[in-house]
């Protein structure tokens, strides 16, 4: 017969192993939507750097593509997320 304590460790470990699986999917999307971000920001860079005169509107952009870029960046800092190849 087990005891309860035997009964809540096995749902712990139920729990840690749930929620290791959600980490790691979490961890996976958060480093493809890093990519998409870089992506987005270099491509408002090459507007900007291409483009005649000042626009408030391409550097509001830019600036915007920076700041999602960095964030997302510092979150995988965070999570001490690395993107090594596979």
Known sequence: MESR??????TSRKK?????KLH???DAYLLELIEVTQE???Q???IARKS?????????????????YFYLFREARH????NSPK
């Open 5 to 10: 304590s035997d009964k809540k460790a096995k």
């Open 16 to 20: 840690k192993q749930k929620i290791g």
């Open 24 to 26: 790691k999917s979490y």
């Open 40 to 42: 987005k920001w270099n």
């Open 44 to 46: 408002h860079k090459n």
């Open 52 to 68: 005649f005169g000042y626009n408030t509107e391409t550097e509001y952009e830019l600036k915007k593509a920076e700041a999602k």
């Open 79 to 82: 999570r001490n997320i690395t």
